[in-house]
């Protein structure tokens, strides 16, 4: 049990009636170290786990509605050139493998199955989705749409959107300022102007048909400044996938 010693000297009462501790001298509290090794001794075997753990009994995992389930890609635990890269440095994975689909949902009197079909290499939003450790790896239950678009190479540059994304290859931020001043790395302003590379084939409407997007490859475009996902191709090139919605203009 912890005990505490106060003076009443020490402690002064203003006007207002509320208790004042300015002038509790620092001797005037006394705490056992009971409850702090209590504590200590309680934290020491306390572990969070981020995935939903599926016992070993359970050999099958099926998505309902327009839920999808996907395998995890490993996360690269090296750089290119070898180097081993801290727990803290590791990306966090945001492609992986589609093992299994929902049965779709109704929209309207209209059923829409799911688009992308087991077996596919997809990418999707960074915090989307419930993890669940299942037959010995980490899986992702996600709805349809928190799917970004289909990878079918190594390269993200050849990411086909799905729905209403609108994958956008970044410019490249100004070296310098109007005035001809050099900027440096941490004083650069992050771009919000791009090119469009791909766009999805549009969000479904009342009646279950695709409505096409306003933006096309090629439009060169101003959209929202910390919206959608970004990625970074394997020569460096920066893009960003990000709903049209998050498109504010196309400029000429």
Not at 71 to 89: F, H, Q, R
């Amino acid at each position: 049990m912890s005990t505490a010693n106060l003076t009443a000297s020490s402690i002064a009462v203003p006007a207002r009636g509320l208790a004042s501790f300015e002038g509790l001298r620092p001797s005037s509290v006394k705490f056992s170290s009971v409850g702090t090794t209590l504590c200590q001794r309680s934290f020491r075997s306390f572990v969070v786990k981020a995935a939903t753990a599926v016992a070993p009994k359970y050999t099958s995992l099926k998505p309902l509605g327009d839920r999808v389930l996907v395998k995890i890609k490993t996360v690269e635990d090296k750089t290119d050139g070898g180097i081993l890269l801290p727990t803290s440095a590791q990306s966090k994975p945001q492609s992986g493998e589609v093992v299994a689909v929902g049965e779709g949902k109704s929209i309207g009197k209209n059923k829409v199955d799911i688009s992308v079909k087991t077996g596919t290499q997809v990418v999707y939003s960074k915090y989307a989705g419930t993890e669940v450790e299942f037959s010995g790896s980490n899986h992702l239950i996600l709805k349809e749409d928190d799917i970004v678009g289909i990878l079918e190479t190594d390269d993200i540059k050849d990411l086909k959107p799905l729905n209403d994304r609108v994958f956008i290859k970044i410019a490249e931020a100004e070296e310098k300022t109007a005035g001809g001043l050099l900027l440096t790395e941490a004083t650069k302003e992050k771009p919000s102007i791009g090119t469009v590379v791909a766009v999805g084939p549009g969000p479904l409407d009342e009646e279950g048909n695709r409505k096409a997007l306003p933006i096309a490859p090629g439009n060169t475009v101003l959209f929202s400044k910390y919206a959608g996902n970004d990625f970074k191709g394997n020569d460096g090139t920066n893009f960003i996938a990000l709903r049209a919605s998050d498109v504010m203009a196309v400029l000429s």
